[in-house]
């Protein structure tokens, strides 16, 4: 039914009127108790063996929402009830922002994926943590953080502390965020020197907590070997808790949709199926490198349960879904939980 009537309806709008409407209608719908129930029992599996710990965090299962979705913790309460294990809010930044000109979101529908040139528009660290003090449930939420565009490179490291000390008592776990293509300037902080003062500095702001946060840092698709050796050596040294992997990619390499079309579109971050492989690739390269010491959470091209179950056994501790929630729609959380569960 979602496939072949509301996913058809959907892409009659706009991409990003339509996502925002979408999260408006699962807000409204699902604060009321009776369809919140209806729609746990319909798409939530609890079942122990499904249960993951990592980093002194309890997962209920080990697929989430990745960053990106809800990025002003606008829905992360009605989001739960779809069988999610945990959910990352943001790219939050320190002063909100309206992100890049409109349009910004676009379908592409032949390759089951999106391109996006968002630039990290949200409503500030000040607005979403007065939602997350309103959180209902008990799913682990994870904030991903990220400076504002006109923050100058001397500030740059200070969005970052400043977004760590806001939302420490709010969230559960720390994704940086120096891989998004749609910020000028961003990628660079993947770079060794920027990248160690980086981690290194947020890493020293955690050991003044009493309580200790995971600290994770997501990456590009983009890097070469080399550039992963760089960001693995880095994860070691300031002893930081994972790596997500990966972020959109700018490549646009063997697409099904028209030159003509991605030309039209021009610059932003690819994501869905067309990933799949890429993000696999550095999956497993860290896990080989690394023998597994460091923690993974696997994100891009999650189109179906076999591509979960792939991304798994290529070294991902736990997935995150985002473009593949859209088109095969919230019942993939539940058919991916189920063929772990057949796996084992």
């Given at each position: 039914?979602?496939?072949?009537?509301?996913?058809?309806?959907?892409?009659?709008?706009?991409?990003?009127?339509?996502?925002?409407?979408?999260?408006?209608?699962?807000?409204?719908?699902?604060?009321?108790?009776?369809?919140?129930?209806?729609?746990?029992?319909?798409?939530?599996?609890?079942?122990?063996?499904?249960?993951?710990?990592?980093?002194?965090?309890?997962?209920?299962?080990?697929?989430?929402?990745?960053?990106?979705?809800?990025?002003?913790?606008?829905?992360?309460n009605q989001l739960s009830d779809f069988g999610f294990g945990f959910i990352e809010i943001g790219t939050v930044t320190p002063l909100s922002q309206e992100g890049n000109i409109?349009?910004?979101?676009?379908?592409?529908?032949?390759?089951?994926?999106?391109?996006?040139?968002?630039?990290?528009?949200?409503?500030?660290?000040?607005?979403?943590?007065?939602?997350?003090?309103?959180?209902?449930?008990?799913?682990?939420?994870?904030?991903?953080?990220?400076?504002?565009?006109?923050?100058?490179?001397e500030s740059t490291y200070e969005d970052y502390l400043i977004l760590f000390n806001k939302l420490f008592d709010y969230v559960d776990y720390f994704v940086v965020n120096v891989?998004?293509?749609?910020?000028?300037?961003?990628?660079?902080?993947?770079?060794?020197?920027?990248?160690?003062?980086?981690?290194?500095?947020?890493?020293?702001?955690?050991?003044?907590?009493?309580?200790?946060?995971?600290?994770?840092?997501?990456?590009?698709?983009?890097?070469?070997?080399?550039?992963?050796?760089?960001?693995?050596?880095?994860?070691?040294?300031?002893?930081?808790?994972?790596?997500?992997?990966?972020?959109?990619?700018?490549?646009r390499d063997n697409l099904k949709t028209s030159n003509k079309k991605l030309n039209q579109i021009g610059n932003g971050g690819l994501s869905g199926y067309p990933i799949k492989?890429?993000?696999?690739?550095?999956?497993?390269?860290?896990?080989?490198?690394?023998?597994?010491?460091?923690?993974?959470?696997?994100?891009?091209?999650?189109?179906?349960?076999?591509?979960?179950?792939?991304?798994?056994?290529?070294?991902?501790?736990?997935?995150?879904?985002?473009?593949?929630?859209?088109?095969?729609?919230?019942?993939?959380?539940?058919?991916?939980?189920?063929?772990?569960?057949?796996?084992?």
């Amino acid at each position: 039914m979602y496939k072949k009537i509301i996913l058809p309806f959907l892409f009659l709008f706009e991409a990003e009127k339509i996502h925002n409407f979408v999260l408006s209608f699962i807000r409204f719908s699902n604060s009321f108790f009776l369809i919140s129930w209806i729609v746990k029992k319909i798409y939530t599996i609890e079942d122990k063996r499904l249960h993951r710990n990592l980093f002194g965090i309890n997962f209920k299962n080990p697929v989430g929402l990745a960053a990106g979705f809800d990025k002003d913790a606008s829905c992360f309460n009605q989001l739960s009830d779809f069988g999610f294990g945990f959910i990352e809010i943001g790219t939050v930044t320190p002063l909100s922002q309206e992100g890049n000109i409109k349009p910004r979101l676009f379908r592409l529908k032949k390759d089951n994926a999106l391109i996006n040139r968002m630039g990290f528009n949200n409503e500030g660290v000040d607005t979403i943590i007065n939602r997350l003090k309103k959180k209902k449930t008990k799913i682990v939420i994870g904030g991903n953080i990220g400076k504002n565009k006109s923050t100058n490179n001397e500030s740059t490291y200070e969005d970052y502390l400043i977004l760590f000390n806001k939302l420490f008592d709010y969230v559960d776990y720390f994704v940086v965020n120096v891989s998004s293509p749609n910020t000028p300037g961003l990628r660079d902080l993947q770079d060794k020197r920027p990248l160690k003062k980086l981690l290194s500095l947020l890493k020293e702001e955690s050991n003044k907590k009493t309580i200790k946060k995971p600290i994770l840092v997501k990456i590009s698709p983009d890097l070469n070997f080399s550039q992963l050796d760089d960001i693995i050596e880095i994860v070691n040294d300031v002893k930081i808790d994972g790596i997500i992997a990966t972020n959109t990619t700018i490549s646009r390499d063997n697409l099904k949709t028209s030159n003509k079309k991605l030309n039209q579109i021009g610059n932003g971050g690819l994501s869905g199926y067309p990933i799949k492989d890429l993000s696999n690739k550095i999956i497993k390269y860290i896990k080989d490198k690394t023998n597994g010491n460091i923690k993974i959470i696997g994100v891009g091209g999650i189109n179906n349960e076999s591509d979960a179950l792939e991304k798994l056994k290529s070294g991902a501790d736990l997935v995150q879904i985002y473009t593949g929630f859209i088109y095969q729609g919230p019942s993939i959380v539940n058919r991916i939980c189920k063929k772990i569960l057949q796996d084992i």
